[in-house]
């Protein structure tokens, strides 16, 4: 049984940080690509960043130079590290990965960006 589990998400001030935790059980996360997503209020859910098996990483457009994900073997965890942080950036973020044809997520977690 494949879980993930989020965590670190709270309430920030804008140009502040965060860093979210993936934590898996079940797997592990080393063998496949692992992505970090969220979803604001009313809007779709968007990829924000991934990480392959071999450990690049790609980030959607309005992150890059601000976010960074990485992953620890040994905790089977990966993080993204948020800085910059805009109130744009509010959502729940979700870690996700895919294992052969099958996708797992977590449940999510809150990040909020207000003075």
């Known amino acids: 049984q494949v879980q993930l589990v989020e965590s670190g998400g709270g309430l920030v001030q804008p140009g502040g940080s965060l860093r979210l935790s993936c934590a898996a059980s079940g797997t592990s996360l080393s063998k496949w690509t692992t992505g970090w997503h969220r979803q604001a209020p009313g809007k779709q859910r968007e990829m924000v960043a991934g990480?392959?098996?071999?450990?690049?990483?790609n980030y959607a457009d309005s992150v890059k130079g601000r976010f960074t994900i990485s992953r620890d073997n040994a905790k089977n965890t990966v993080y993204l590290q948020m800085n910059s942080l805009k109130p744009e950036d509010t959502a729940v973020y979700y870690c996700s990965t895919t294992i052969f044809v099958s996708s797992y997520w977590g449940q999510g977690t809150q990040v909020t960006v207000s003075s």
């Open positions: 990480i392959t098996s071999g450990g690049s990483a």
